[in-house]
């Protein structure tokens, strides 16, 4: 699973800059972008430099 935040929204009209999207793949290029984890419910084809590849969230150990 892979998460991507919208940095550029360029002429789209689907897309919100700075929300987050589950990415997908498609060549070396371009993303498939979907609102849920499954790459068949994507609703188009973007340009990989429009989105930023989001850290995965890292929970915070309790040491004591």
Do not use: R
């Not at 789209?12 to 800059?17: D, F, R």
């Not at 997908?24 to 994507?42: I, T």
């Not at 188009?44 to 004591?64: D, N, R, S, Y």
């Amino acid at each position: 699973m892979t998460k991507a935040i919208c940095v550029d929204a360029g002429s789209s009209t689907v897309l919100e800059k700075g929300k987050e999207y589950f990415v997908f793949p498609n060549g070396s290029n371009h993303f498939y972008v979907a609102k849920s984890n499954n790459p068949k419910a994507h609703f188009g084809c973007f340009q990989k430099e429009l989105f930023q590849l989001a850290l995965p969230k890292v929970e915070q150990l309790k040491l004591f």
